[in-house]
């Protein structure tokens, strides 16, 4: 090529195009202005009005590409078709139709056959949308006005409409949404189906392929919350996990197939493979692989450590630690912390040195499989009841001794009191306790304690009827010194009486003596004297 040719004939002879003021091969010849747009194509950068064109610093290459621009500044279009409609600037349009019906959008990027190809009426072109970057085939392909949104794979975005600030890589992913925002998808078909939900972030193969209207859940895995269509606000992390959820909302699924089959129940945790498998409670937690796998619909339930309540079905309300406490199907309401033959010893701060009140505080009891209770001691718990009579004088033959735990129990030896359970069998063997092989382990002090009292009150009775009879004979004891008294006050009167009597027939015996002999005398004076004298 000469330098000396006029441009425009350039153009058309050798680009059949017409580009005014620009040059056709990027060389600009004396002739040509400063505008410094680059065609390349049949009609590529021809705008419906040549002499009208202020656009600056555009590139096109291919048939048509930019060739509605008018005003448009640093555009670039390779391809076909490409930006055949733009009027805007900043635009990068690669491939066949890429930005073919984008209007007035500006700081697009599209690669890709029909890539942010964009939406048209009998009256044109209509698609507004700015700041997008469409990578791949067909990638939103029918943006309007939406716009910040990022497609990256083929078909990506498909259907966007007027859907803004979204993210999706991987080819189909959020292929259906139309006007959802805020959402970032990272995989092959990762909410392929949303059409207007918001804030959702997949990442994985399918990950929330079906949610539809759903908003601000995140899924991290293949096929993660794969069937949600509105629930909200889940998290799934875990290929697998929550893919049946449809509607449920609040939940978490951490792990492979964690609250897999989850539809519409709402606040559950789930971390750990098959955590919460089957479930379709509400409200439950479970930490561990298999933790509360069938459970279906109890709700409330907390499981911790590894196959945890793996066979509760409908309870709820259970609190189960450990690992291997599979729990049973029909457990409500319970509380398991640790295996039996497992775990040897328990620690718990926060109880030593403290007390509760005296009048509702019982003492905590414990079985041989470690269940914990208290004694319940109402007749509506019991049967058969009857005086416990003489079955309490097996006691009288024991034989409490003091001794000290050995160094593994009690590494201080403080000297303890009590009995030897293997002593206690021999004379009761309801009065012990056994392990779970069956080995004597221990006493039942509650059982001695009653057993006591009834040989207390036994005593007891014995010693108040012996205070009674002494009594009664402290009674009878004082009546009868009160009799001895009167009698002996009787007895002194009568001797007082008789003495009294005695004197007063003495004196009558000595005045009638005095008197006998009174007349005695006067009886002799009177006789004569021979008579006195021949007696």
């Known amino acids: 090529m000469k330098t000396s040719t006029p441009c425009i004939l350039l153009s058309f002879i050798a680009l ?18 400063d505008d410094a747009n680059t065609g390349v194509g049949f009609s590529a950068l021809r705008s419906l009005d040549p002499f009208a064109n202020s656009g600056l610093y555009n590139t096109a290459v291919g048939n048509l590409a930019l060739s509605s621009d008018v ?30 019906n984008n209007k007035s959008g500006v700081e697009n990027t599209a690669m890709g056959s029909f890539a942010l190809h964009g939406s048209f009426d009998t009256n044109g072109a209509t698609s507004t949308g700015s700041y997008n970057t469409a990578t791949g085939a067909y990638a939103m392909f029918s943006d309007s006005t939406g716009g910040s949104n990022t497609a990256d794979g083929g078909r990506a975005l498909y259907f966007n409409d007027t859907g803004y600030l979204n993210v999706a890589v991987g080819a189909q992913a959020m292929y259906q949404n139309r006007d959802g925002h805020d959402n970032t998808a990272a995989g092959v078909e990762a909410l392929h189906e949303n059409t207007s939900g918001v804030g959702n972030t997949a990442l994985g193969r399918a990950a929330l392929f079906n949610n539809g209207q759903g908003g601000s859940n995140t899924a991290t895995g293949l096929q993660s919350l794969y069937s949600n269509t509105n629930g909200y606000y889940n998290v799934a992390d875990g290929s697998g996990a929550l893919y049946n959820n449809v509607t449920g909302g609040s939940n978490t699924a951490v792990g492979t197939n964690a609250l897999e089959r989850n539809t519409s129940s709402n606040f559950n945790a789930a971390f750990g493979t098959n955590a919460l498998y089957y479930n379709t409670g509400p409200q439950n937690t479970a930490i561990g692989e298999n933790a509360l796998l069938q459970n279906i619909g109890g709700g409330n339930n907390v499981a911790v450590g590894f196959q945890a309540g793996q066979n509760l079905t409908t309870g709820s309300n259970n609190i189960v630690i450990g690992a291997g406490l599979l729990g049973k199907a029909g457990d409500a309401n319970k509380i398991t912390i640790g295996k039996q033959g497992t775990q040897t010893a328990t620690y718990i701060a926060g109880i030593y040195g403290k007390t509760v009140a005296s ?8 079985d041989s499989a470690g269940k914990l209770g208290t004694v319940v001691s109402s007749a509506r718990f019991k049967d058969a009841i009857k005086p416990m009579n003489r079955a309490s004088e097996a006691i009288l033959a024991l034989k409490p001794v003091t001794f000290r735990y050995k160094e593994e129990l009690d590494p201080d030896k403080i000297p303890q009191f009590g009995l030897i359970a293997e002593e206690v069998e021999k004379v009761d063997p309801d009065l012990i306790v056994r392990d779970e092989d069956g080995k004597v382990m221990t006493v039942r002090y ?28 402290e009674a009878r004891l004082a009546k009868q010194e009160a009799t001895n008294a009167e009698l002996k006050t009787l007895v002194a009167q009568q001797q007082n009486d008789f003495k009294a009597t005695i004197a007063q ?31």
Do not use: W
């Not at 490409?82 to 491939?95: F, H, K, P, R, Y």
């Not at 009048?359 to 414990?366: D, L, N, P, Q």
């Not at 003495?506 to 006789?527: D, Y």
């Open 16 to 33: 059949a195009s017409v580009v005014f003021s620009n040059q056709a091969h990027g060389t600009c010849p004396e002739t040509c202005d």
């Open 71 to 100: 005003s448009g500044d640093q555009n670039t279009a390779v391809g076909g078709r490409a930006a055949l409609e733009v009027t805007g600037s900043d635009n990068t349009a690669i491939g066949y139709y890429t930005l073919g």
């Open 359 to 366: 009048g509702t505080r019982v003492g905590v009891m414990i």
């Open 446 to 473: 509650e059982a001695v304690n009653a057993m006591l009292l009834n040989e207390f009150l036994k005593e007891h009775r014995k010693v108040e009827e012996q205070a009674r009879t002494a009594q009664q004979q």
């Open 505 to 535: 027939q003495q004196k009558q015996i000595e005045a009638l003596t005095a008197g006998l002999g009174k007349i005695a005398f006067e009886v002799e004076l009177s006789k004569p004297t021979a008579k006195v004298a021949n007696q």
